[in-house]
């Protein structure tokens, strides 16, 4: 049996989720699907040869004609289909379809851009939950914007993490020029669009901030 991506239900609680990674798999294939080509034709410039180079990977006719006409081919074979491991059961997108609603439903790049950056943000905390890094105020400041992209995308303090007799947070949170206080409740994390100036950040600080975290712990450099 299969579903189509963007025919689920909308008001299902993870369906934003599921669409992102969607999105996310499409893009990450678009890319791999470019660069097979490019990297193909750079190794067989001779169009004969890149032609028969083509061929030897047996690929269905149509994907053939997709790579010789539009130097791609992720419409055709690399679109996501999250299938059930008893393979009886595809959760597919059509991406004409998918980039239609991409863009009435949700506005297009930035609601969904900024729920990646959640997702990065996310992920990048459980990198380092391992790795046992001594505490400090870098430290500090990540565990608070990881907290914030997990409580959709807005700052969120725990009482146990506020001094009661100051009102602020009870360790230091602070990156170069940003620190975090108990002020920022509720604020987002991530400015929404371009006119959004009260929020805390934008997608350039944090790609700026994950560059710069191992500059703080030098361990990291060689870390797998």
């Known amino acids: ?44 410039p001779d169009p004969t040869e890149f032609i028969k180079s083509i061929k030897s990977y047996q690929f269905p006719d149509e994907v053939e004609e ?39 439903i949700w506005r297009g790049l930035t609601d969904k851009n900024i729920e990646l950056t959640h997702m990065t943000i996310i992920s990048g905390w459980e990198k ?19 907290n914030a992209a997990a409580h959709n995308g807005k700052f969120y303090f725990d009482k146990k993490v506020i001094n009661k007799s100051t009102g602020e947070l009870k360790e230091h949170a602070e990156w170069k020029t940003f620190t975090i206080k108990s002020s920022l409740q509720d604020l ?14 934008d997608q350039g600080d944090l790609v700026e901030f994950l560059l710069d975290f191992e500059n703080h712990y030098p361990e990291l450099k060689h870390s797998t």
Do not use: C
């Open 128 to 146: 380092i939950m391992s790795k046992k890094l001594t505490n400090s105020p870098i430290l500090q400041f990540f565990r608070h914007i990881r």
């Open 66 to 104: 997709q790579i010789f006409q539009t130097q791609t081919f992720t419409p055709l074979i690399f679109v996501p289909g999250f299938m059930t491991k008893d393979k009886g059961t595809t959760y597919r997108m059509i991406p004409n379809s998918s980039a239609i609603q991409f863009v009435q």
């Open 188 to 201: 987002n994390l991530i400015a929404r669009d371009k006119n959004d100036i009260e929020s805390f950040w």
């Open 1 to 44: 049996m299969e579903y189509l991506i963007h025919k689920l239900d909308k008001d299902n609680f993870f369906y934003p989720s599921v669409a992102t990674l969607a999105y996310a798999q499409f893009g990450i294939n678009e890319l791999f699907a470019r660069g097979f080509f490019l990297q193909q034709q750079t190794k067989y």
